[in-house]
């Protein structure tokens, strides 16, 4: 185990399933395991003993259950990030929807079969998980370790500039922020008649904070892409819509876009949407991939400016990749706005980065400030 090493503590009552994943977390470079333990008890029992940066967690397991884990976590404080790796598919997607609601960062399912070998299919998205959330927790120690170290180092008289200067630059902590190109949009934009977000990792914990400060006047429609498998898109938009002002549904074949109401794509279906008369609805379709998801953002941004052109409003947040980046400037080409989420609050500064980069965000905004700034933006339709 290195120093840098991201460290991973395995929570599963399967010994097997425990020698399985740590094998997978050793051999990711970059990652090592802290421990294992094979419940929720033991693990909070070993969470101060071996610091872990992410902690992986099983759902359903004896004498202490994740879920009951997870409370416990927050009674106690605990800020280490948690990863849901359960074999509970659609059938638990409420459980699941229920973890996230106590804290947990993200999920990934258990393939099903045989699990010594199936088990490797899922390597790749939880290294790639772990490097996120860990990672950032990670840094967020580091931080506050340098700060309260350059904090002492200033109480005690040693090297006062040294100290401010570290104490600015921990502060500070993004670096250079690139420079968009620059494009034009062919009309001036009109009133603002739905919003659209492309959302992925990071997105729901992300979506609980902007739903939750949304205007409760807020009348203009809301159409969401968040990445996510089928079968669990269903309870997600009902876990928001406990905490949202606004209705939350996830989308249906034909679902008629109103004021006041939130539609979240369904897992596995492109969310589109049509006029038929006066009214729009959306389309659901099963077609291919794009930008390697479905649903994808792309797909939802280029149907929005197509239908809606100057009347829309783009917003693109945390998650990797480029799903959504390139659609977006087709909204702003149309005369539409557009936002992205910022790097300092972005779980992932992917999807919104290239989307920067691209010249396709014309404001970026903090996660704490994007429900009452979409508000805003949806109420005056101007930035």
Do not use: W
């Not at 968040?226 to 996830?250: W, Y």
């Amino acid at each position: 185990m290195a120093d840098d090493d991201i460290s991973v503590l395995i929570v599963d009552d399967s010994a097997l399933m425990r020698n399985l994943i740590s094998k997978m977390i050793a051999a990711t470079p970059g990652l090592s395991v802290a421990d294992t333990a094979m419940n929720g008890k033991f693990a909070l029992e070993k969470i101060p003993k071996c610091n872990p940066d992410c902690v992986l967690l099983d759902l359903e397991m004896p004498e202490m259950t994740g879920i009951e884990f997870l409370r416990e976590r927050k009674k106690r404080g605990i800020q280490t990030p948690v990863i849901i790796l359960s074999s509970i598919a659609e059938s638990g997607a409420a459980i699941t929807m229920e973890a996230l609601g106590l804290g947990a960062s993200d999920f990934l399912q258990k393939p099903s079969g045989s699990i010594s070998t199936d088990i490797a299919t899922v390597k790749d998205r939880v290294s790639e998980l772990v490097l996120v959330y860990g990672g950032r927790y990670r840094r967020f120690k580091k931080k506050t370790q340098d700060t309260q170290a350059a904090l002492a180092q200033t109480a005690t008289g040693g090297g006062d500039n040294a100290a401010s200067k570290s104490v600015f630059s921990i502060n500070l902590g993004l670096g250079t922020p690139p420079v968009p190109k620059k494009i034009t949009p062919i009309r001036q934009t009109g009133k603002i008649e739905v919003v659209a977000i492309g959302i992925s990792t990071g997105g729901p914990e992300a979506l609980r904070v902007v739903f939750s400060k949304l205007d409760p006047d807020l009348k203009t429609p809301v159409l969401v892409v968040q990445h996510m498998p089928p079968g669990f898109t269903h309870e997600f938009a009902i876990s928001l819509d406990k905490i949202c002002p606004l209705d939350v549904k996830e989308a249906e074949e034909g679902d008629e876009v109103i004021p006041g109401r939130i539609l979240i794509a369904q897992g596995d279906r492109h969310l589109e949407v049509s006029r038929i008369g006066a009214k729009v609805v959306v389309n659901l379709a099963k077609s291919p991939q794009v930008s390697g998801h479905r649903p994808s953002a792309d797909v939802l941004f280029g149907s929005v400016a197509l239908l809606y052109t100057n009347r829309a409003l783009g917003v693109i947040m945390t998650g990797m990749g480029k799903d959504g980046a390139q659609q977006l400037g087709n909204i702003y080409r149309e005369g539409g706005l557009t936002i992205g989420q910022d790097e300092a609050s972005a779980v992932v500064y992917g999807m919104p980065r290239v989307a920067y980069e691209l010249g396709h965000v014309m404001e970026q905004v903090s996660l704490e400030k994007m429900g009452p700034r979409i508000s805003e933006i949806a109420k005056n339709s101007r930035l």
